[in-house]
């Protein structure tokens, strides 16, 4: 498994709140063990105690976005060291699972988490995760959406850095709102200049009685 992949963990656990909506779908012990993915065994040491740690765990990952969003680099860096301080993981090379055509293992850094709780053991893979993406790629490639209200997490793998929303349609959504500004500006200036062109129609009028 490559280490880029744990920074998707991140983000799962950010989006799972809504804030600006009012939406909050990390309410049941079911919905923790879901943001785990394929991760199964790990999924089964959720407990309902890790409903409330995940959340506390979501709020500073978040924090680490927001900061980024900011263009605060050192305080994200700063956010996501405390995070890797309290949750460490030990990085190992793994094969399993993953074969060549001969039959050997495909080597790859695997993290290994030695959690006391599900919580521990999630919150070590993402701040590893997103570590990785962000000593790799740059802070300013981790994005919260500009599509308002959403503000949902997004990791920008762009070639250009383009990137501003969490999904396409998010991107389409703002795109329909930009244009119906720019075709109600125009219907006012439109409107405006007609106002404009009738008074002075008026004054000259005027003018020559």
Not at 82 to 99: M, N, T
Not at 102 to 131: C, K, Q, V
Request: charged letters at 25%; glycine letters at 6%; proline letters at 3%.
């Amino acid at each position: 498994m490559e280490l880029a992949y744990y920074s998707d963990y991140a983000v799962r656990l950010v989006n799972s709140e809504e804030p600006a909506r009012g939406k909050d779908s990390l309410t049941s012990v079911e919905a923790v063990r879901d943001l785990f993915g394929v991760n199964a065994s790990a999924a089964r040491r959720a407990t309902d105690a890790d409903v409330t740690r995940f959340r506390s765990v979501r709020a500073r990952l978040r924090s680490v976005f927001e900061a980024a969003d900011k263009g605060d680099e050192t305080l994200a860096v700063d956010l996501l060291n405390s995070l890797l301080l309290e949750f460490p993981v030990s990085p190992q090379i793994s094969g399993h699972d993953f074969r060549d055509d001969d039959g050997r293992p495909l080597w790859h850094m695997h993290l290994a988490d030695h959690p006391s709780n599900a919580t521990a053991g999630y919150a070590a893979i993402a701040a590893m995760g997103l570590a990785f993406h962000l000593t790799e790629h740059g802070v300013d490639r981790l994005g919260l959406c500009q599509a308002s209200p959403c503000r949902n997490a997004y990791l920008d793998t762009s070639t250009n850095r383009s990137r501003r929303y969490c999904s396409d349609r998010c991107a389409t959504r703002a795109n329909v709102a930009a244009y119906r500004a720019r075709k109600r500006l125009d219907a006012d200036r439109s409107a405006g200049s007609g106002l404009t062109a009738e008074s002075a129609q008026r004054s000259s009028a005027n003018g020559e009685r």
